[in-house]
Nanobody, 128 residues
Framework: QLQLVESGGGLVQPGGSLRLSCVVS????????IGWFRQAPGKAREGVSC????????NFADSVKGRFTVSRENARNTVYLQMNSLNPDDTAVYYC?????????????????????WGRGTQVSVSS
C-alpha cells in the first residue's frame, strides 16, 4: 500500500529557507508523479509544485516560481521541496501527493483532483 510521509517543516523567519522531504513507501516511486500542495487556515488546498516521473519535468505555481525548487531521488523513494526566500504568505500545512503515471514525458499538473494518494502534511510557519 502506497504511503507518503512529509517532514522538514517548522518555524522560520521571513527570508529564510526550509527543505521538505516526502518519503514514498509501498511502491517503486519512479512510476509516480509527485506533487506538493499547501493549505493555509481558511483557504482551499492549492498546488505548489510537482515533478514528473523519470525525466524530472517540473511545474510551479506562479506564487513560488524562482523561490522553490523540486527534485527527486528515486533510489531513496524521496522527493524534496527546497523553499527559499520564504514569506508569511507561505505559512501553511504542506502535503505531498502521488499519482501513477504511464508517461515519462507528460508534464505534471497542480490540481488536487489529479492525485490519488496523500500524506498527512507538515506545518510550515513563516514569522518574525
Amino acid at each position: 500500500q502506497l504511503q507518503l510521509v512529509e517532514s522538514g517543516g517548522g518555524l522560520v523567519q521571513p527570508g529564510g529557507s526550509l527543505r521538505l522531504s516526502c518519503v514514498v513507501s509501498g511502491v517503486t516511486m519512479d512510476s509516480y508523479r509527485i506533487g506538493w500542495f499547501r493549505q493555509a487556515p481558511g483557504k482551499a488546498r492549492e498546488g505548489v509544485s510537482c515533478i514528473s516521473r523519470g525525466v524530472s519535468i517540473t511545474n510551479f505555481a506562479d506564487s513560488v516560481k524562482g523561490r522553490f525548487t523540486v527534485s527527486r531521488e528515486n533510489a531513496r523513494n524521496t522527493v524534496y521541496l527546497q523553499m527559499n526566500s520564504l514569506n508569511p504568505d507561505d505559512t501553511a500545512v504542506y502535503y505531498c501527493a502521488a499519482e501513477r503515471s504511464s508517461s515519462l514525458f507528460r508534464r505534471c499538473t497542480l490540481g488536487t483532483s489529479d492525485y490519488d494518494y496523500w500524506g498527512r502534511g507538515t506545518q510550515v510557519s513563516v514569522s518574525s
